[in-house]
T-cell receptor
Framework: GAVVSQHPSWVICKSGTSVKIECRSL??????MFWYRQFPKQSLMLMAT?????????EQGVEKDKFLINHASLTLSTLTVTSAHPEDSSFYIC????????FGPGTRLTVL | DQQVKQNSPSLSVQEGRISILNCDYT??????FLWYKKYPAEGPTFLIS?????DKNEDGRFTVFLNKSAKHLSLHIVPSQPGDSAVYFC????????????FGTGTRLTIIP
């Protein structure tokens, strides 16, 4: 139990385009999901907390207009990176809370 | 401001011996601590956690120790196995785990056969 999936697992896009990443809790409902970002050889940094049916809470320094989060159902949260730039290239990981946080496998984003 | 620190970026241990991974934190509001194991290009996998009301929690080969006065926790793995080779992150949370997680920088553990 407590499986979290992410789609896609990797994506390459051109600078200036938008990319949507999905996070799904497969066997449980999660009112709260989290989005993290990990740059090479660095820690996981929380970007935002996604709450079902309400606006996401963004961490300091994370642009809410650039990283759009939608948590429309109890099993799905989406992160859209708008107008992506090469510096947005990173490993994006979501988690869903069921007591503990269970993490998805991550999405590798490369912006050319 | 790195509130959770893992000062050893890497650690090599002989198979069968004990692996000890350390973590320090600065925020006294943290009252719940977790250890995660992570392979490259994968999400972290939960290993073990401890509440601040305890000083030790054990689960099979994994034991976590918490020293609140020193703001220090450690993960002991014994005996170490080759499959334990991975990056280990400690994480901390306030409000008994209901708040966001703050992760350490990770320690790469290599088990030598």
């Amino acid at each position: 139990g407590a499986v979290v999936s992410q789609h896609p697992s990797w994506v390459i896009c051109k600078s200036g385009t938008s990319v949507k990443i999905e996070c799904r809790s497969l066997d449980f409902q999660a009112t709260t999901m989290f989005w993290y970002r990990q740059f090479p050889k660095q820690s996981l940094m929380l970007m935002a907390t996604s709450n079902e049916g309400s606006k996401a809470t963004y961490e300091q320094g994370v642009e809410k207009d650039k990283f759009l989060i939608n948590h429309a159902s109890l099993t799905l949260s989406t992160l859209t990176v708008t107008s992506a730039h090469p510096e947005d290239s990173s490993f994006y990981i979501c988690s869903a809370r069921l007591g503990e946080q269970f993490f998805g496998p991550g999405t590798r984003l490369t912006v050319l | 401001d790195q509130q959770v620190k893992q000062n050893s970026p890497s650690l090599s241990v002989q198979e069968g011996r004990i692996s000890i991974l350390n973590c320090d934190y600065t925020n006294s509001m943290f009252d719940y601590f977790l250890w995660y194991k992570k392979y490259p290009a994968e999400g972290p996998t939960f290993l073990i956690s401890i509440s601040s009301i305890k000083d030790k929690n054990e689960d099979g080969r994994f034991t976590v120790f918490l020293n609140k006065s020193a703001k220090h926790l450690s993960l002991h793995i014994v005996p170490s196995q080759p499959g334990d080779s991975a990056v280990y992150f400690c994480a901390a949370s306030a409000s008994s785990g209901n708040e966001k997680l703050t992760f350490g920088t990770g320690t790469r553990l290599t088990i030598i056969p």
